[in-house]
């Protein structure tokens, strides 16, 4: 899962707000997103919020997309 999540944050974008903040995307990846005060903060709270995103689609065995040729497998639940 670590290679998928660090091939998924290349694909971040980050973007200056007007206060100071900054804010953060993946693009492709619905809902996860991260504002900040930092760069730095933003990069953590957006990994943070796909590494839920990723838990919940995965406990409701719904697909994640497949990221430079990496694939996260749905498994059943019991």
Same mark, same amino acid.
């Given at each position: 899962?670590?290679?998928?999540?660090?091939?998924?944050?290349?694909?971040?974008?980050?973007?200056?707000?007007?206060?100071?903040?900054?804010?953060?995307?993946?693009?492709? +990846?619905?809902?996860?997103?991260?504002?900040?005060?930092?760069?730095?903060?933003?990069?953590?709270?957006?990994?943070?919020?796909?590494?839920?995103?990723? +838990?919940?689609?995965?406990?409701?065995?719904?697909?994640?997309?497949?990221?430079?040729?990496?694939?996260?497998?749905?498994?059943?639940?019991?």
């Amino acid at each position: 899962m670590t290679n998928y999540i660090r091939a998924v944050m290349l694909r971040a974008t980050y973007t200056a707000l007007a206060d100071g903040c900054t804010y953060g995307e993946i693009p492709g +990846f619905e809902n996860v997103t991260a504002q900040a005060d930092t760069l730095e903060q933003c990069r953590h709270d957006l990994v943070e919020a796909l590494e839920e995103w990723i +838990f919940s689609r995965m406990t409701r065995q719904l697909p994640v997309p497949e990221v430079d040729g990496i694939h996260l497998p749905v498994k059943e639940m019991m």
